[in-house]
């Protein structure tokens, strides 16, 4: 027999407001709220995950001495880089201080 794989329930504290964008955006898409809820909560995981996954490693690699030169750091950030406002991190830097 073969094993049939289920969601989990799970229940979270939002404040009011985060809760109206959430059903606003639901009703607007004619998704359910779960649905909104879930895929807004993949979309953050799969970008934070790889982020402190690269910083547990890189604080393992400076206790060790091993610190990044100027191109592993700039293909970091740009790795990282929201995807609408990717580019170089030094092109960012110049539009910030403008």
Aim: proline share 4%; charged share 30%.
């Amino acid at each position: 027999m073969a094993a049939t794989l289920k969601d989990t329930q799970v229940s979270v504290r939002l404040p009011n407001e985060l809760k109206d964008k959430m059903e606003a955006y639901a009703e607007l898409t004619g998704r359910t709220k779960s649905y909104v809820a879930m895929e807004a909560l993949s979309t953050y995981l799969d970008a934070r995950i790889p982020q402190i996954e690269d910083l547990k490693a890189a604080v393992r690699a400076a206790d060790q001495g091993d610190f990044a030169n100027d191109d592993e750091v700039t293909a970091a950030l740009t790795r990282h880089a929201p995807k609408a406002s990717r580019g170089t991190p030094k092109a960012a830097a110049r539009r910030r201080s403008k």
